[in-house]
């Protein structure tokens, strides 16, 4: 019975968690118990939907940051596809164990649907309070036919015996009424004290239910009131991470200003030093010029002294005799020779100090072109490794907003799944919500239901003792006619009782009576188009 009513679903056309294609785009699920399942995993039915790698794709947005948002978005379809599945079949096995138990072989909720009636309804009339109440009520009946069945058979052996001796029956009679007094005194009393204990047990029903319903009350509050500081923490975290963003930003620009500002200082100190040295070289070129012509200017002044000094000495000298200016001839030529060799001696000495000088001008002038070498390659080095390092900086630059960016993206997908499992969590706290108050309205249902049925029964249950009743007192009426006649019969009597034993009332199984028909006998598939029949009157 139960696989017929699923092939009528599968007939109808509806998909499922199960059967439905993951890779279209133009799915679509409707069935009852997939639907059910997204709802309490906080699920939409459409975010379960395949989305293609187009309909992530934005102006100007990167291929792998495309690539990044599809797989975040699919990999998070699928784990709401896989808990979704997950709670299907547990609402599956729940609706299997509830078939098991059930004696029809199906679920309350597929009889609701089938009969037209809540799932309270049918609850309190399956739940044990109602069976036990009809227990009761079929004990009670138990003993009132007894009961009757005793007073009938006393009233007809009282009878019998008035047939046999009349003045017997009127002394029987006296202690007859008075024992019947008494016995209905009993009953009475009897039946004031269930009716008390009934009337207490309905006053502690009722209790039960409005604490049930305090406390739902109070947790439905106490849920409202977290939701409400999480939301509030939440925004307080949010403001905080953007602030920190904000100071880290500004952080970052000063340290870049900073390192510009210094890479500056340093290039311009740079060329301060280069142009020093070479305002130093100039000054050593001109000082070494001003010493060479002071040394030519030196020499010159002491050659004229000297031939100064022969030509005064050879004035002195011209007037002596001739021996003597022989011999200070010899002297003067012995001088001379000696003054010219240590003139050509100080010539090739100065000639060799100016060829010193001038190779030591020449290695200065190698040392200081090979130094202006060393600063062209070393400032050339520094100019390329300048450009290297702003290329590297620049490089390290596009790779920092590369990263930038896909840090913000990621960053963006976080949020994006905090959104969603927000999203996700108020779904089901809504999902749940709703359960609780169905199943309040369920319990409030079987509630109502109880308390109908159970009046029902208590009126089946006081129309049953004043049937009792109104069948005593015809015998009894019809008895006293006799007395009063003084006409007795024992067949009347007879007649009359079996009369009253055939009535409907006396013939009631009232273990099987209810208010409502039997709802689980009948194939729910066939009482789609039946109507629900009114309510059992007992005559």
């Known amino acids: 019975m139960a696989e017929g ?21 133009k799915a679509v699920i409707d069935s009852p118990r997939s639907l059910q399942a ?7 039915a459409q975010d379960l939907i395949y989305k293609p790698i187009e309909a992530f794709t934005e102006n100007g947005l990167e291929p792998r940051l495309v690539k990044l948002r599809y797989d975040f978005f699919e990999a998070k379809r699928q784990d709401l596809l896989a808990a979704c599945r997950r709670q299907r079949e547990i609402i599956l096995e729940e609706e299997g164990r509830e078939r098991n138990h059930s004696n029809t072989g199906f679920t309350l909720a597929e009889l609701s649907r089938a009969k037209g009636v809540s799932t309270g309804v049918l609850s309190a009339m399956q739940s044990d309070c109602v069976k036990q109440e009809r227990s009761k009520l079929q004990h009670a009946q138990h003993l009132q036919l007894q009961w009757l069945q ?46 008390m204990k ?10 039960q239910q409005k604490l049930e319903q305090q406390i739902a009350k109070e947790e439905f509050e106490r849920q409202q009131l977290e939701l409400e500081k999480e939301k509030e923490l939440a925004e307080q975290r949010r403001k905080e991470q953007h602030a920190r963003s904000l100071a880290d930003q500004a952080a970052k620009k000063k340290l870049e200003e900073d390192k510009a500002a210094r890479r500056r200082a340093a290039w311009l100190q740079q060329q301060a030093q280069l142009e020093a040295m070479r305002t130093n070289d100039e000054r050593r070129k001109q000082i070494r010029v001003l010493q060479k012509k002071e040394a030519e200017r030196q020499m010159a002044e002491r050659r004229k002294s000297k031939e100064e000094r022969i030509s005064l000495s050879k004035a002195n000298l011209a007037g002596r005799n001739g021996d003597k200016l022989a011999v200070f001839m010899a002297k003067q030529a012995h001088e001379q020779a000696r003054e010219d060799r240590l003139n050509n001696l100080r010539l090739l000495q100065q000639e060799e100090g100016a060829r010193r000088g001038f190779q030591v001008m020449m290695k200065r002038k190698a040392i200081m072109d090979e130094a202006d070498r060393k600063a062209e390659e070393k400032r050339n080095s520094i100019i390329e490794h300048q450009n290297e390092v702003e290329h590297r900086m620049m490089l390290h630059e596009m790779k920092k907003e590369r990263y930038l960016e896909f840090k913000a993206e990621l960053d963006a997908l976080k949020e994006k799944n905090k959104e969603i499992n927000v999203i996700r969590q108020r779904r089901k ?20 239901m109880l308390h109908h049925e159970r009046n029902f029964l208590w009126n089946l249950r006081r129309t049953t003792g004043a049937e009792v009743a109104r069948a005593k007192d015809e015998v009894k009426s019809l ?28 013939n009631t199984d009232f273990g099987r009576v209810q208010s409502m028909p039997d709802l689980g006998d009948e194939d729910p598939g066939q009482a789609m188009g039946s109507t629900a029949p009114a309510e059992v009157q007992v005559q």
């Open 150 to 195: 005793n007073c009938l058979a006393h009233q007809l052996h009282t009878t019998k015996m008035l047939e046999k001796a009349d003045q017997f029956m009127q002394a029987e009679e006296a202690d007859e009424q008075m024992g019947n007094k008494e016995a209905a005194e009993r009953m009475r009393r009897k039946n004031e004290e269930k009716r």
């Open 38 to 44: 997204c709802s309490q995993e906080g699920v939409a």
């Open 198 to 207: 009934e009337e207490q047990k309905m006053a502690e029903m009722k209790a």
């Open 429 to 448: 706290e809504d999902q749940k919500r709703e359960d609780t108050a169905e199943t309040v309205r369920r319990k409030d249902d079987k509630i109502e």
């Open 5 to 25: 009513v699923v092939a009528v679903a599968a007939s109808k056309g509806k998909v499922s968690l199960v059967d439905f294609l993951e890779h279209d785009t």
């Open 479 to 506: 008895i006293t006619t006799m007395k009063i006649k003084s006409n007795y019969d024992s067949k009347r009597v007879e007649d009359t009782m079996r009369k009253i034993f055939k009535r409907k009332i006396f």
